[in-house]
């Protein structure tokens, strides 16, 4: 692979330690293209891994890039409830079609705080009766916290489910008061 990938942008790569745990959060010269949960080493290396094979050149570990830095320090911000909003610039290319039609309608209009039915925001797209194509949608978010898939939830009540898993769900749903914070 040559150093600027099939775009002809170089991508890097950096961890973050969060409320939630370490996150890994990659970014191209057009912005933020994926955000990894629970990333310890081995989550760390299939995701650059995996990075690699989508984009076409070796992910470069730079903290420092502008693109990356700004998104460290807007994630610590949230994180510390100073943040309820990331201006970041995102790049949708890890995700095509009806999925990124959904996530760009869920992080333009399901603001802090709020929640949204799977159901609710198929509507909003045009796809009533789309919810188990919404939740596949969730499942697809290459940008997770920062594009909310965490804000989705069943009709019924229930939070539903979550590629960063339940407790990560809650702990993100309480620390923008939707849900109040666990007991223990």
């Excluded at 057009?30 to 690699?52: I, W």
């Excluded at 989508?54 to 700004?70: F, K, M, N, Q, S």
């Excluded at 509507?123 to 965490?150: D, F, I, K, T, Y």
Aim: charged share 20%; aromatic share 6%; net charge negative.
């Amino acid at each position: 692979m040559d150093g600027e990938g099939q775009y002809g942008q170089r991508v890097v790569w950096a961890v973050v330690a969060t409320d939630i745990g370490p996150l890994l959060l990659a970014a191209t010269g057009s912005g933020l293209v994926n955000v990894v949960f629970h990333a310890t080493d081995a989550v760390r290396e299939r995701a650059v891994e995996r990075l690699a094979a989508r984009l076409g050149t070796e992910p470069v570990e730079d903290p420092t890039e502008p693109v990356l830095a700004e998104a460290i320090s807007q994630l610590r911000a949230y994180f510390a409830g100073r943040r309820q909003d990331f201006d970041l610039p995102l790049d949708w290319s890890l995700i095509s079609g009806f999925n990124r039609q959904v996530l760009r309608e869920l992080a333009a209009g399901v603001p802090y705080g709020t929640v949204v039915g799977y159901g609710d925001l198929a509507g909003r797209v045009g796809q009533p009766g789309g919810a188990q194509a919404v939740g596949a949608a969730m499942g697809a978010n290459p940008l997770p916290v920062v594009v909310p898939c965490h804000r989705v939830v069943e009709r019924d009540g229930g939070i539903g489910g979550f590629g960063g898993g339940l407790e990560t769900k809650r702990k993100l749903l309480a620390l923008e008061g939707v849900l109040p914070e666990p007991l223990f």
